[in-house]
């Protein structure tokens, strides 16, 4: 893993996010299987149509180890993008997570995987492979744009993306209100009377 992936991975997303004013965080709808999950990784992209998921496929087939997979299914609810199948060979070709703007299938099966998958739900139905779709182009992921190579990362909270061009100093501001969060926390678990004063001083302004 990129030491500047490992490094993001030790930040909240929340924290990534302040750090991007809130500029770049996926639809809060999109969320991992299993609180537990985590995921940062470049983002390996997928455009594909409603009902379609050969693209997918060749993602997979192309993906280097530690890319996240992030797959703009158009926000489709109906049709799943994989189910444990699809996302079990993600899992053994070295992909770090799977994000997408749709549904997947098979959740018990997913989740006995223990692979990191965020999304919007699940459904029954299967997509087809009419062949139709792209890979590592730009493409919309719940709201935002996504290119390929930018930094995805997830957590409970949900996934928010870091433009390449920036990274390194999103991740220094990151790292900044990450500490800066720690220590409020460590002074506000004192006493009453510091709770009283920290919100004086935010209500006063």
Known sequence: MEEIIARFKEVPTTCISDAMQGL????????????????AG???????????????????????IGDVLVVDAKGDLYRAIAGDFVVGMAKTMGIEGIVVDGVIRDITGIKDL???VFCKGTTVAASGKAGVGEINVPISCGGVTVRPGDIIIGDADGVVVVPKEIEQDVLKKAQEKMKTDQAREESILVNRETVINYLDSILSK
């Open 24 to 39: 770049n965080n996926l639809d809060s709808t999109i969320k991992p299987l299993k609180e537990a999950y985590t995921v």
């Open 42 to 64: 470049r983002a390996l992209t997928v455009k594909i149509p409603v009902g379609d998921n050969s693209a997918v496929l060749k993602a997979i087939r192309e993906a280097k």
């Open 114 to 116: 223990n692979f990191p």
